[in-house]
């Protein structure tokens, strides 16, 4: 029988990203040839993050926490347990997300094999404010090693 662990967060070089409150990250690898980078996100517990949608392929791991997935509006439209892995495409489909009861940590593998984008930040009425890409993630990676 295993022994029951839970995820030491104290271990990782948590960064934020400028003007998006709530969310912490950790780039752990990036893939040049491949075009992946992983990267770990906390979301703060019974938040939302800013608006966007994710113009790259992704898979996603739920690491610690749970991970709660809403609608533009604010309704919560999935919620994503300890454990949870799921792949997703690209995707047009505006959403925020967030913690549950407690901070979540969700470990992501970012796949924008085409162009570079990764994710289109959104305002209120959806139109796109800022773009990260490929390229941004690695500079960030760069400076923090």
Known sequence: ML???????????????PGI????????????DAKIIDVLFKFAAGEKIV??????AFHTFVVSGEHRIYTPEGELTEVRPLGTYKASP???????????????IV?????????GAIYEVLDEDQ?????????????????SA
């Open 90 to 104: 690209a995707s047009d489909t505006p959403h925020k997300e967030g913690g549950g009861d407690e901070d979540v």
């Open 127 to 143: 139109e796109v404010v800022s773009v990260m890409t490929f390229d941004d993630m690695k500079e960030m990676f760069l400076v």
């Open 3 to 17: 022994a029951a662990t839970s995820f030491d967060e104290t271990k990782i070089n948590w960064g934020q990203l």
């Open 107 to 115: 470990l992501f593998s970012l796949r924008p094999y085409s162009n």
């Open 21 to 32: 409150d709530h969310t912490w990250l950790s780039i752990m690898a990036v893939d040049d």
């Open 51 to 56: 608006l966007h949608r994710h113009v790259a």
